[in-house]
């Protein structure tokens, strides 16, 4: 099992932009592994990764993001019926199909593909 401590302390130290892309990257593995078939054991720790990411980034920017939220929810639900549909390949493929969308959006609400922040 990961060291959540460990990881919480380094994701803490980075920019908020940088948070959110660990995030957008943490749901494309998600996107990834869910598809696989090693992903039984896999994705409950990238679901717990990723809730863990998206905690701190709401905790630190203390609003109330719409989208975040509904994120929260999504990735909650998934880790809760993870159990009961890991072997379902239409349902892991609808979790991979929607983890790759949030992927993107939360790459997008970084910044970190803009043009000012490539060039710096």
């Not at 996107?31 to 990764?49: D, G, T």
């Amino acid at each position: 099992m990961p060291n959540w401590s460990a990881i919480e302390a380094i994701f803490v130290r980075q920019p908020h932009a940088q948070q959110l892309g660990e995030l957008a990257a943490c749901l494309a593995r998600l996107n990834s592994w869910s598809q696989k078939n090693a992903n039984r054991e896999l994705v409950p720790v990238l679901l717990e990764e990723s809730l863990l990411y998206l905690s701190l980034v709401q905790q630190k920017n203390e609003t109330n993001n719409f989208e975040l939220n509904q994120l929260q929810d999504l990735l909650q639900g998934w880790k809760q019926d993870w159990i009961n549909i890991w072997d379902k390949p239409t349902e892991t493929a609808r979790i991979a199909s929607a983890a790759s969308n949030w992927s993107q959006r939360v790459l997008d609400m970084s910044g970190l593909l803009t043009s000012e922040s490539m060039s710096a």
